[in-house]
T-cell receptor, first 111, second 115 residues
Framework: DAKTTQPNSMESNEEEPVHLPCNHS???????IHWYRQLPSQGPEYVIH???SNVNNRMASLAIAEDRKSSTLILHRATLRDAAVYYC????????????FGKGTRLSVIA | KAGVTQTPRYLIKTRGQQVTLSCSPI?????VSWYQQTPGQGLQFLFE???????NKGNFPGRFSGRQFSNSRSEMNVSTLELGDSALYLC??????????????FGPGTRLTVL
């Protein structure tokens, strides 16, 4: 399985943008990049995913490097409710491979 | 649409006992996956069911088993409980399964404590 590397923790001030990096240097051409987050005392929730192009949705933006070896999850204005562990996960669009969670990045948001 | 529900939310058992956890997926979802989350190992995949068939299995001992019913509801069973089985057990459902573009929707989990 292709691996991802994320910083253990990051801190942000409320109302400021947050850029969460993820390295996936062994990504293959058919791997999708998914982001999930887990708020305290809850199950993980889907944030966003992409293949090659940058993606936007109501929660966040995903910026994917041209060589696809890294990506960045962007929260445009962090709120206290965004404090969570963020997981960057690669998935294949073939077969039935489960989500493989790493340690993720623990994001703290300061008021 | 109602989300993924898991019952019970909390459970306390003693070593050697067995336990059954239940998961009701989002209506229309045919795939149900189970994960174990512990502070030391993080989130680990247990198994996935699709249309009542186990399609994928993680690296867990045979004491961990599951099944899926015709209405897509799923149960997982852990026999001969050990202290190390204390964990948060999460269920996730999706339309087709664990393909690259299929979003997984997680339930709140069942917190199992083994004494």
């Amino acid at each position: 399985d292709a691996k991802t590397t994320q910083p253990n923790s990051m801190e942000s001030n409320e109302e400021e943008p947050v850029h969460l990096p993820c390295n996936h240097s062994t990504i293959s051409g058919t791997d999708y990049i998914h982001w999930y987050r887990q708020l305290p005392s809850q199950g993980p929730e889907y944030v966003i995913h992409g293949l090659t192009s940058n993606v936007n949705n109501r929660m966040a933006s995903l910026a994917i490097a041209e060589d696809r070896k890294s990506s960045t999850l962007i929260l445009h204005r962090a709120t206290l409710r965004d404090a969570a562990v963020y997981y960057c996960i690669l998935t294949r669009n073939s077969g039935n491979t489960p989500l493989v969670f790493g340690k993720g990045t623990r994001l703290s948001v300061i008021a | 649409k109602a989300g993924v529900t898991q019952t019970p939310r909390y459970l306390i058992k003693t070593r050697g006992q067995q336990v059954t956890l239940s998961c009701s997926p989002i209506s229309g979802h045919r795939s149900v996956s189970w994960y174990q989350q512990t502070p030391g190992q993080g989130l680990q995949f247990l198994f996935e069911y699709f249309s009542e068939t186990q399609r994928n299995k993680g690296n867990f001992p045979g004491r961990f088993s599951g099944r899926q019913f015709s209405n897509s509801r799923s149960e997982m069973n852990v026999s001969t409980l050990e202290l190390g089985d204390s964990a948060l057990y999460l269920c996730a459902s999706s339309l087709q399964g664990t393909l690259g573009t299929d979003t997984q929707y997680f339930g709140p989990g069942t917190r199992l404590t083994v004494l």
